[in-house]
């Protein structure tokens, strides 16, 4: 699988409908599908070109309204990883942290990023429970996370919402960005 079609449905019920015609349309694999903030519905599928192309047409021929659709060829490893909530590595001299104004300009510009400097993409978050917007985090060292988040910055253009680089971050705060903080004894205790 080197490409990946993103379809933004601006319904629930509407994208769960534009999946199941997006697999019927082509032989594709279905990376991820779920409801995103605003009552919208997310789908990325994976496959060669021409099917992903195929997948994402039939769900723009439908009268769906649709937020956005893609179709971004020659993702890196990294990016398919962390959508399929494979574990990613933890940890590095730096950390930087990307925040979009929508979901599907995540994928695109975490991708830009892990192939622009030598970065590990530690965690992407896709619109939920966050206003429909979406962040990723990057580790390595700082120089390496400073070109990789300004790869990104550059392809987000005005979709960037804020970009951030940390170095030496606190373990605590590496531990929240990857999603595996622990409860301290007084909260587990309650």
Not at 32 to 53: K, N, Q, T, Y
Not at 92 to 115: H, Q, T, W
Request: glycine content about 8%.
């Amino acid at each position: 699988m080197d490409t990946l079609g993103i379809v933004d449905s601006r319904s629930i019920a509407a994208g769960a409908e534009l999946a199941d015609i997006m697999l019927k349309a082509a032989p594709v694999t279905l990376v991820r599908a779920s409801v995103v903030c605003a009552g919208r519905f997310l789908i990325l599928v994976g496959g060669d070109r021409e099917a992903v192309d195929a997948s994402v047409h039939a769900a723009i021929a439908t009268e769906a309204r649709l937020a956005g659709s893609y179709v971004v060829s020659n993702v890196s490893s990294q990016v398919l990883n962390v959508l399929r909530r494979m574990p990613a590595e933890i940890g590095g001299a730096a950390l930087g942290v990307v925040e979009c104004r929508n979901a599907a300009d995540s994928v695109i510009a975490a991708d830009k990023a892990v192939k622009q400097a030598a970065v590990s993409l530690m965690r992407m978050v896709l619109g939920q429970g966050i206003g429909g917007k979406s962040y990723f985090v990057l580790t390595g060292d700082v120089a390496a996370v400073r070109e990789a988040a300004a790869a990104a910055a550059d392809v987000l253009g005005n979709n960037l919402m804020r970009m951030v680089v940390i170095p030496q971050p606190d373990p605590e705060v590496v531990n929240a960005l990857a999603g595996t903080a622990r409860r301290s004894a007084n909260d587990a205790q309650q």
